[in-house]
């Protein structure tokens, strides 16, 4: 068995966030942003009543409305966040309560940096392989307004915030491959340190130290060697021919150079890489189902299509997906 998506929603806040607004108290321009990101502008939550915890309630609400489901069938729910408003209960849990789920469902939260969604997706395509379970709700949220830190320009230019979610439900035909990879000890280019430290509290820079450190460079280079490399490999591995087997290449919204670098090393028609990274900036673990979202509300994506979903980010961790929509 495999969960298959057949329901998607997203939230993406009301708040726009231009390269323009970062010139008024950053010394950087739009011109700069663009040519080196790709981005234009990003959503800001209020931190009022767009917490990831709301915004990953009504991405929910609106994967469950677009899959047509009762709340109450869902098994299980996952949700990817790096950047939680509550540590107890798990977003999952509140999840749970808000859309009118019973019980009998299993809630857990998972923290992969920007790869959060394809890492619960694959968790949950462990319980559907299983046959524990036919129905989930897999989500990814970030707030990374609050982690950012305003007067680093290399890097708070690039984030923004958002839910995406999915709803999966069991197939007996195979519909999704993966690899997935980490590298530790290359995990100092991109650090938060947790806030909740005492004995750390009157250490000189602990407050700064738990907001984004990024090396951007080095997660430049990173992501621009290991992505193609692990999109070619999925493709060894299950074999599948890149040209001829793929509608869509999903790639993680990090930065519209390192989708364009990956298109051309794989030799592959940049038109195959959709991108809204121009209208969100970096979402983290929400970019991969708010495209997917979109895709599907305007028409680009169908039932049957065959797509490579990629992400990569802290940790360091990189994976790849090969899935039937
Ligand atoms: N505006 C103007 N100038 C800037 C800005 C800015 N916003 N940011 C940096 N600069 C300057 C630098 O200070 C530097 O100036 P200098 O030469 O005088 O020292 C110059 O521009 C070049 O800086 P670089 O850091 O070398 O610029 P680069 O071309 O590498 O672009 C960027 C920086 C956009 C951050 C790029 O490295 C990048 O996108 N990296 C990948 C980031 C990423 O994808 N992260 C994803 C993971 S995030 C996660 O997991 C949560």
């Given at each position: 068995?495999?969960?298959?998506?057949?329901?998607?929603?997203?939230?993406?806040?009301?708040?726009?966030?231009?390269?323009?607004?970062?010139?008024?108290?950053?010394?950087?321009?739009?011109?700069?942003?663009?040519?080196?990101?790709?981005?234009?502008?990003?959503?800001?939550?209020?931190?009022?009543?767009?917490?990831?915890?709301?915004?990953?309630?009504?991405?929910?609400?609106?994967?469950?409305?677009?899959?047509?489901?009762?709340?109450?069938?869902?098994?299980?729910?996952?949700?990817?966040?790096?950047?939680?408003?509550?540590?107890?209960?798990?977003?999952?849990?509140?999840?749970?309560?808000?859309?009118?789920?019973?019980?009998?469902?299993?809630?857990?939260?998972?923290?992969?940096?920007?790869?959060?969604?394809?890492?619960?997706?694959?968790?949950?395509?462990?319980?559907?392989?299983?046959?524990?379970?036919?129905l989930a709700l897999v989500i990814g949220v970030e707030c990374l307004s609050n982690f950012a830190n305003y007067s680093d320009r290399g890097t708070c230019i690039l984030f923004g915030d958002g839910a995406g979610a999915a709803i999966l439900r069991a197939e007996d035909i195979k519909r999704n491959e993966f690899i997935m990879r980490s590298s530790g000890a290359r995990s100092r280019c991109l650090r938060a340190e947790a806030a909740r430290q005492p004995d750390r509290w009157n250490e000189e820079g602990f407050r700064e130290s738990t907001q984004f450190y990024m090396n951007g460079k080095e997660v430049f280079k990173f992501a621009v060697t290991e992505v193609p490399q692990i999109i070619r490999d999925l493709a060894d591995k299950f074999s599948f021919d890149l040209e001829n087997d793929?509608?869509?290449?999903?790639?993680?919204?990090?930065?519209?150079?390192?989708?364009?670098?990956?298109?051309?090393?794989?030799?592959?028609?940049?038109?195959?890489?959709?991108m809204n990274i121009q209208s969100y900036g970096n979402t983290s673990s929400a970019s991969i189902p708010i495209l997917l979202d979109e895709m599907k509300r305007d028409g680009r994506l169908k039932p049957g299509m065959k797509l490579v979903l990629a992400s990569f980010g802290g940790g360091l961790t990189w994976d790849a997906n090969y899935i039937v929509y």
């Open positions: 068995m495999t969960g298959r998506i057949i329901g998607l929603g997203s939230y993406i806040p009301k708040k726009v966030l231009t390269n323009d607004d970062f010139a008024s108290f950053l010394n950087t321009s739009d011109e700069w942003i663009t040519e080196r990101t790709g981005i234009k502008e990003r959503r800001i939550s209020d931190h009022l009543n767009e917490k990831p915890s709301q915004m990953a309630i009504e991405a929910a609400k609106r994967a469950i409305e677009d899959a047509g489901i009762d709340p109450k069938e869902i098994e299980l729910i996952i949700t990817a966040s790096t950047t939680p408003d509550m540590v107890v209960p798990t977003l999952s849990c509140i999840v749970h309560e808000a859309v009118g789920v019973s019980e009998n469902c299993g809630c857990f939260d998972v923290n992969s940096a920007c790869p959060g969604f394809i890492a619960a997706f694959n968790a949950a395509q462990g319980f559907f392989e299983t046959g524990h379970i036919k793929v509608d869509y290449f999903i790639l993680h919204q990090a930065n519209a150079r390192i989708i364009e670098a990956t298109a051309k090393k794989l030799g592959i028609d940049r038109a195959k890489f959709p």
